[in-house]
């Protein structure tokens, strides 16, 4: 039995069989319509969302299954303070697979080590957001025609931004990627996706914070949040938040078949009125993510029933006497947790934290 809690749990084969399959299922949804008949998807979501939760939910009705769940975390038990580990332990008594999103980096990964069926991570803090990334494949693959050899342009957030995290660590492994790193220097990528990802692998990229000049060489223009919820300090937001608007003159800069992402929700960074233009892929996006997920919960299923037993952690390298520096990480809330690092660069001695991949200190 395996969970996703990471975009790097699946290899490139598997993400190319999940869009085939998410492919297959929009061909011919009168297929799928039986395939998951008695089975339960728990919705676990202790942070707001409208797309993913109501995606997930949408893609196990149209498999056949059920759903049950919460929407918040203050009608579920945690508000009377349970552990995301007894969570995971308890609704794996109701459900046959679980989708988790929380607001704390790691949990999710908490959960899977914890549970007894599959654990999808459905955004962790401002961490990961694999299934997001999902979406984004299926929609590059269908907008573009490929996966590689292409230059992404990364836009916003690219700090906290969870759904820009996942995608650099997918798209790094297809051919001929290129990124262009669009972002104010306060929100600039975090070290756990530039030294682990783009720098290990030697991955071409530029950092930026003019939109306008980045615009001609793009092929794809991945759009984001400036995230309120994110920000400790209130004036930090206000002053970020309007960084970059995509309007209609800046698509004039753009090539006529440069496509548009956004994970959504957006705010103000993408001018309604580009809804219009072609290139606004960000709507088919959204739905693109239900037919993933529709994919992902069959292959998960699948090997669960195939292999009911909990993958192995290998923790025989581990350190657990350095201290986790980020506030959000699980590690600092969840009930008897121990702190617990893995060696990310045997040459500079990085040890990263297993939740939440900051660097442990001392
Ligand atoms: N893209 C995304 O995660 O949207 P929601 O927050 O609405 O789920």
């Given at each position: 039995?395996?969970?996703?809690?990471?975009?790097?749990?699946?290899?490139?084969?598997?993400?190319?069989?999940?869009?085939?399959?998410?492919?297959?299922?929009?061909?011919?949804?009168?297929?799928?319509?039986?395939?998951?008949?008695?089975?339960?998807?728990?919705?676990?979501?202790?942070?707001?969302?409208?797309?993913?939760?109501?995606?997930?939910?949408?893609?196990?009705?149209?498999?056949?299954?059920?759903?049950?769940?919460?929407?918040?975390?203050?009608?579920?038990?945690?508000?009377?303070?349970?552990?995301?580990?007894?969570?995971?332990?308890?609704?794996?008594?109701?459900?046959?697979?679980?989708?988790?999103?929380?607001?704390?980096?790691?949990?999710?990964?908490?959960?899977?080590?914890?549970?007894?069926?599959?654990?999808?991570?459905?955004?962790?803090?401002?961490?990961?957001?694999?299934?997001?990334?999902?979406?984004?494949?299926?929609?590059?693959?269908?907008?573009?025609?490929?996966?590689?050899?292409?230059?992404?342009?990364?836009?916003?957030?690219?700090?906290?931004?969870?759904?820009?995290?996942?995608?650099?660590?997918?798209?790094?492994?297809?051919?001929?990627?290129?990124?262009?790193?669009?972002?104010?220097?306060?929100?600039?990528l975090p070290g756990f996706v530039r030294y682990n990802v783009l720098e290990k692998l030697g991955i071409p990229y530029t950092e930026v914070t003019s939109l306008d000049d980045a615009m001609g060489q793009?092929?794809?223009?991945?759009?984001?949040?400036?995230?309120?919820?994110?920000?400790?300090?209130?004036?930090?937001?206000?002053?970020?938040?309007?960084?970059?608007?995509?309007?209609?003159?800046?698509?004039?800069?753009?090539?006529?078949?440069?496509?548009?992402?956004?994970?959504?929700?957006?705010?103000?960074?993408?001018?309604?009125?580009?809804?219009?233009?072609?290139?606004?892929?960000?709507?088919?996006?959204?739905?693109?993510?239900?037919?993933?997920?529709?994919?992902?919960?069959?292959?998960?299923?699948?090997?669960?029933?195939?292999?009911?037993?909990?993958?192995?952690?290998?923790?025989?390298?581990?350190?657990?006497?350095?201290?986790?520096?980020?506030?959000?990480?699980?590690?600092?809330?969840?009930?008897?947790?121990?702190?617990?690092?893995?060696?990310?660069?045997?040459?500079?001695?990085?040890?990263?934290?297993?939740?939440?991949?900051?660097?442990?200190?001392?």
């Amino acid at each position: 039995m395996r969970s996703l809690i990471s975009i790097l749990d699946l290899s490139v084969e598997e993400l190319d069989e999940l869009i085939a399959t998410a492919k297959d299922i929009i061909a011919r949804p009168e297929a799928y319509r039986e395939s998951c008949r008695y089975k339960k998807l728990a919705t676990l979501f202790f942070e707001p969302s409208t797309r993913t939760r109501l995606s997930f939910e949408a893609a196990m009705l149209e498999l056949g299954g059920s759903v049950l769940g919460f929407s918040e975390a203050s009608s579920s038990s945690a508000a009377k303070g349970e552990s995301m580990a007894d969570t995971a332990k308890i609704v794996s008594c109701y459900a046959d697979i679980m989708a988790i999103r929380h607001p704390k980096d790691g949990a999710p990964y908490v959960a899977a080590r914890n549970a007894s069926v599959p654990v999808i991570n459905a955004g962790d803090g401002q961490h990961n957001h694999p299934t997001q990334t999902l979406a984004d494949l299926l929609t590059i693959s269908r907008e573009m025609g490929r996966l590689s050899n292409l230059t992404i342009g990364l836009c916003g957030d690219l700090k906290y931004g969870r759904t820009v995290h996942s995608l650099i660590e997918a798209m790094s492994r297809y051919e001929g990627v290129k990124f262009v790193l669009i972002s104010p220097a306060e929100l600039k990528l975090p070290g756990f996706v530039r030294y682990n990802v783009l720098e290990k692998l030697g991955i071409p990229y530029t950092e930026v914070t003019s939109l306008d000049d980045a615009m001609g060489q793009l092929d794809v223009l991945y759009m984001t949040r400036v995230q309120r919820e994110r920000f400790d300090d209130p004036a930090v937001y206000e002053r970020l938040k309007d960084s970059y608007i995509l309007t209609k003159e800046k698509m004039e800069l753009a090539k006529e078949n440069m496509c548009v992402l956004h994970p959504l929700p957006r705010v103000n960074e993408i001018s309604v009125a580009v809804d219009d233009d072609p290139r606004a892929a960000y709507f088919r996006q959204a739905l693109n993510g239900k037919f993933m997920r529709m994919a992902l919960i069959l292959k998960l299923l699948k090997e669960a029933e195939e292999n009911p037993r909990r993958e192995k952690v290998e923790d025989g390298g581990w350190r657990h006497d350095l201290r986790c520096p980020n506030s959000r990480c699980i590690c600092h809330t969840e009930q008897e947790l121990p702190p617990a690092f893995r060696l990310t660069d045997r040459e500079a001695g990085i040890w990263r934290c297993v939740y939440c991949e900051q660097v442990g200190v001392e």
